[in-house]
């Protein structure tokens, strides 16, 4: 026997598990289901349903087994006739003030309390009373609630204050005076809310937007990855009738767990308005429905007599790998001109830095090995709320969280060390009062906010002083590279890893905003939305915009082609840490939208240079051929990279950071066209913002 395994016996089956492990992991190993309500893997134990009792050798009555921590030669006995009885007993007292309410209970068909009063309950009750009734709370636009369901599992409680660190959940009164809820009546500030929809085990917690609109067993469930962010979250889109009904969370311990957050979960209904549903070409100030053939002329009459070097492209923060490498192929081998750029907001590294200079380099899971954090310009709370989970829980263990930039609230104790990179300079000395809190820890996670710090004029050297801080911490070597780049965009890192910037003396997004402005450029390809901090695309003769939505941007344009939105369309998406996941259509594009790298393959035609491609497969492969680094055998791992980036002359700047957010839930254009997502902005301070309400039909 190891000195770290204990033996038991549960219902006849011999197991080893941990010391330290509870009778219901050691049930779980020999896959014996054990009914519960309140135990969540994730969450800390209540053990206050009593529904998971089992029998225990030598005891004098069952026990939780939740909660029971399993002890050498322990022989436990989970299906006797006494836990079956002591079930029913939980059940009929669970079920006394439950309303019978299933046929129009929003959670009707995936409740567990369903199921489990099927499987272990009994078929009559000896009560009789009245029914206890519970007022409903108005908790904002995410949740809706019926609390005379709520059975007092606690799960949202645990998780509100546990994971999300917004304790804005509890519970008040005793016995049948409890009731949960928020404290005072007001809507929910957690990013991370949703997710008490999936915890909950009964319809006491449910999602507003999707309410009443399908049952579980009307829809089509397709895999699929969340772009709202750079995390890369594991996501399941429903659908019904090629309309994305929901989307809820996969589990996948690297990555995001099994949570998701808010903009992930209910911004769907920004996919189905204001959407570009046809190719619309500008005549006389005025917008006209043209067919593609149409389009496809006005484009090459616009190109015709023009030199490469007047045309430029830039592609925005939604794209995937497929598409990016079409895009960054027909400009530079069909188009012919070095004048593209995938970093619209005028991000400063490129491909040739090394990949591990502009990517998390720990790992999203890995940043639970950290003993330390230096933030700088960055606020993950809001651009990754899934990555401040991570660092929530190692802060919790008494991790120092040390802030260079806009304080912030991030849901845990964490110092503001300073606004800008001079502030490393303390950081760096172990006798300074900040210096303190890192001497001695080994494993330091330096993450640098793209947005913030990368976009600056001084970029460059702003790495070269981080990278310079981190050598002196030690923080990057052989056993721990604690380097990272956190970025927003979907899109950015496959963009890096394709290489879609300037390769010679082309221009990059800086110097076309430049060009723009100076009427040097004729023809201007924008390829979806981006941050172009507030840089004005119009400037050139004729400009064409490809993309998912009715913009502003979208509008200044001369041609606007419709694309395919993320759910519509197979593709492969790199996350943050550049790790390279699947997604799959889950609908098809609207009217007569096209998936974007058909697009650029019919666009080749008319241009005369045919792309190697005709169907998904045969670009993927031309893809892995150019960068084998995206090959299918590294799917869904974390790879390593290097950091080749040269040391510079430019100079720096002490200017302070700012915030790398301005609205969590209106970043990118389909949380702009989501009317959940404005109400969720306004009740967390912003401005008052109307989405386009016009839906596709």
């Not at 219901?24 to 994730?42: D, G, N, V």
């Not at 991370?192 to 067993?217: E, H, Q």
């Not at 019919?602 to 084998?628: C, G, H, I, Q, Y």
Request: proline letters at 4%; charged letters at 25%; glycine letters at 8%.
């Amino acid at each position: 026997m190891s000195d770290n395994l204990i033996n038991l016996t549960i219902d006849g089956h011999e197991v080893s598990v941990p010391q330290g492990s509870t009778i219901m992991k050691a049930a779980e190993k020999l896959s014996i289901e054990i009914p519960h309500f309140c135990y969540h893997e994730r969450l800390s134990v209540a053990g206050n349903c009593r529904m998971c009792l089992v029998n225990i050798e030598g005891a004098p009555k069952p026990v939780t087994s939740c909660s029971w921590p399993v002890s050498e030669g322990m022989k436990v006995t989970t299906a006797c006739e006494e836990t079956k009885e002591a079930r029913k007993g939980v059940m009929e007292f669970l079920l006394i003030n439950h309303p019978l309410d299933c046929p129009i209970c929003d959670q009707a068909g995936e409740c567990d309390l369903q199921d489990v009063a099927v499987s272990y309950g009994s078929d009559r009750s000896h009560y009789c009373e009245s029914k206890r009734s519970v007022d409903d709370l108005e908790i904002g636009s995410k949740i809706k609630t019926v609390m005379t369901r709520c059975i007092h599992c606690t799960r949202c409680i645990r998780f509100a204050t546990e994971v999300a660190g917004v304790e804005e959940m509890g519970a008040t009164g005793r016995g049948e005076n409890m009731r949960v809820g928020t404290y005072v009546e007001q809507a929910l500030q957690s990013e991370l809310a949703g997710n008490m929809i999936d915890l909950c085990p009964v319809g006491a917690l449910t999602s507003k937007p999707y309410a009443f609109t399908a049952r579980p067993w009307e829809l089509v469930r397709t895999p699929s990855i969340d772009v709202m962010d750079a995390v890369g979250t594991n996501i399941r889109v429903d659908s019904r009738a090629d309309e994305v009904m929901r989307i809820v969370p996969r589990e996948n311990a690297e990555v995001n767990e099994e949570w998701m957050s808010d903009t992930a979960r209910f911004s769907y209904d920004g996919l189905a308005r204001n959407r570009l549903t046809t190719p619309m070409h500008k005549v006389s100030g005025k917008w006209k429905s043209i067919t593609w053939p149409k389009a496809f002329e006005v484009i090459a009459k616009a190109h015709k007599g023009v030199d490469a070097d007047r045309i430029a492209g830039l592609a925005g923060d939604i794209h995937s790998l497929e598409d990016l490498y079409a895009f960054n192929d027909f400009m530079k081998d069909v188009i012919g001109t070095d004048n593209v750029d995938g970093r619209m907001d005028g991000y400063a590294l490129n491909r040739e830095d090394g990949l591990g200079a502009s990517l998390m380099n720990t790992g999203i899971a890995g940043l639970e090995d950290a003993d330390a954090f230096v933030l700088i310009g960055t606020n993950p709370r809001h651009e990754a709320p899934l990555v401040n989970t991570r660092i929530r829980k190692q802060a919790l263990k008494g991790a120092p969280v040390l802030m260079v930039g806009e304080d912030a609230d991030l849901t845990y104790t964490s110092t503001h060390a300073g606004t800008d990179i001079k502030t490393l300079e303390t950081l760096a000395k172990p006798t300074t009062k900040l210096g303190k809190l890192l001497k001695g820890k080994e494993n330091i996670a330096v993450i640098v906010g793209a947005k913030t710090v990368l976009t600056r004029a001084d970029a460059r050297a702003q790495i070269r002083e981080i990278l310079s801080f981190c050598e002196k911490m030690n923080v990057a070597r052989k056993d721990w590279n604690g380097f990272n780049v956190l970025h927003q965009q979907a899109g950015r890192a496959g963009a890096l890893a394709l290489g879609v910037t300037p390769e010679d003396s082309g221009m990059d997004a800086t110097a076309i905003y430049k060009a723009l402005k100076g009427g040097k450029i004729d023809v201007l390809w924008q390829f979806g939305e981006g941050d172009t901090s507030n840089k004005s695309l119009s400037g050139a003769k004729f400009s064409v915009y490809m993309g998912t939505h009715k913009t502003d941007t979208a509008k200044e344009a001369n041609l606007m082609l419709p694309l395919a939105a993320y759910t519509e369309k197979d593709g492969l998406w790199m996350n943050t840490e550049g790790r390279v996941q699947e997604a799959k259509a889950a609908a098809k594009p609207p009217l007569n939208a096209k998936e974007d790298w058909k697009v650029f393959r019919a666009l080749s035609d008319v241009f005369k240079s045919t792309l190697p491609f005709n169907t998904l497969k045969a670009l993927r492969e031309n893809m892995m051929e150019d960068w084998p680094i995206l090959s299918e055998e590294y799917w869904g791992t974390k790879q390593e990279f290097d950091i080749a980036f040269k040391v510079g002359k430019a100079t720096v700047t002490d200017t302070a950071y700012t915030a790398p957010v301005d609205s969590f839930y209106l970043s990118n254009e389909i949380l702009r066209a989501s009317p959940v997502m404005a109400e969720c902005a306004a009740e967390n301070g912003a401005a008052k913002f109307k989405p386009n309400m016009k839906k596709v039909s």
